[in-house]
């Protein structure tokens, strides 16, 4: 059962304000009086029945501010003596639960979407929305089409709204913080990124959501997510050779002793570098597979197949054949047997192939010496 009613107006001059733990009820006060402008009291001040104040010191504060008279209030029962009365003040003010940095950037990211449409709307009223802009004849009436296409929100978040996103969240400009955190969500979330980069990043959000210190964290998984990068561009066999080796050269130079910030720009900087030159490279191969070399597709092809084989290789020794015949399924067996039995079609296949071109060589070849 409740233990307290809802008072809908009370005068404020006759609440006992009295003391408060909090030092800075005076900041941020701004942003309070135009929510209670915009939506008026959310959470109503909580007095004593004596009408002593328990909570909303800021809210109170924000309504005299504004040259509010009168405010709804919480009348709490049972708070009679001053112990209760200091006890109910220490739970209002150490039991609240604040949310969490992967919270409030979800809050951010939904906050700043909106933001950004509000500004759009209202560039656009006050673009298309004058009285100068009506007809002589009175033609634009209220909901007639005039042919001018909705305005559509804008695509790239701004400064502004960013900074409006983060004060609300969390009551300073604290967007970069978000902006981190926001990140580390969607790398976490990429099937496309590193395994082990998504799942770094995925630690990093659970240690972050819980000591709250992000910068060290994000600078870490950037910096791995650059050199995981770079790594595949230096290793992946469908690398030009150009970029292979430029990408093997900067790993090679990237020095292990830099500090978190160093590394993140340096690693960051390197992977630029390696991306410009396979930028220029591929507009200069934009001629076609046939102009370069008349075989490259062929050799794709195979290079594509053994990447996949490697990946694959040895998987006869990691499993026990009895087990895989005991107990597998019908399903499962006819599986495994089509594909034994597709890969063994594919090798005659290629094998007759590959004696048939040996064969073409060291025909050329004997042509050629005669």
């Not at 039991?95 to 979800?106: D, I, T, Y």
């Not at 978000?178 to 496309?192: K, M, N, T």
């Amino acid at each position: 059962m409740s233990r307290g009613h809802l008072v809908l107006e009370h005068a404020i001059d006759q609440i006992d304000i009295g003391f408060s733990f909090r030092r800075d009820t005076e900041e941020g006060l701004e942003e309070l009086c135009e929510s209670i402008e915009r939506f008026g009291v959310i959470h109503p001040p909580a007095v004593t029945e004596n009408y002593s104040l328990i909570a909303g010191r800021r809210v109170l504060a924000a309504q005299k501010r504004l040259g509010y008279r009168v405010t709804p209030l919480w009348i709490v029962h049972g708070v009679s003596d001053r112990l209760s009365q200091v006890l109910a003040i220490r739970d209002e003010e150490t039991l609240r639960k604040a949310l969490k940095p992967v919270e409030q950037a979800e809050l951010y990211e939904e906050l700043k979407k909106l933001y950004a449409e509000d500004a759009a709307r209202r560039k656009e009223a006050s673009l298309f929305g004058s009285p100068e802009r009506e007809s002589d004849d009175g033609a634009e009436e209220a909901g007639e089409d005039d042919g001018r296409a909705d305005s559509a929100p804008p695509h790239g978040n701004d400064t502004r709204s960013r900074g409006q996103a983060a004060r609300a969240v969390t009551g300073r400009d604290s967007r970069t913080m978000l902006e981190q955190v926001s990140q580390l969500q969607r790398i976490a979330a990429d099937e496309d990124e590193d395994p082990m980069v998504r799942q770094h990043a995925a630690e990093a959000l659970i240690e972050l959501n819980e000591d709250r210190k992000v910068n060290g964290r994000f600078l870490a998984v950037k910096t791995r997510q650059n050199l995981a990068r770079l790594t595949r561009l230096a290793e992946h066999p469908d690398t030009p050779e150009k970029v292979r080796t430029a990408a093997t050269e900067e790993l090679s130079a990237l020095n292990g002793d830099l500090s978190p910030v160093e590394a993140a720009k340096e690693s960051a900087l390197a992977l630029e570098r390696v991306q410009q030159i396979q930028a220029a490279v591929d507009a200069e191969s934009t001629v076609g597979w046939a102009d370069v070399d008349p075989l490259m597709r062929q050799k794709h092809q195979v290079r594509k197949l053994v990447d996949l084989l490697r990946r694959e290789h040895g998987w006869w020794d990691r499993y026990d054949p009895t087990e895989i015949g005991s107990y597998s399924d019908d399903t499962q067996w006819e599986l495994i047997t089509s594909y034994v039995d597709g890969a063994t079609t594919f090798m005659t296949h290629a094998r007759t192939a590959r004696t048939e071109h040996a064969q073409k060589q060291e025909q050329e070849t004997a042509g050629a010496d005669v």
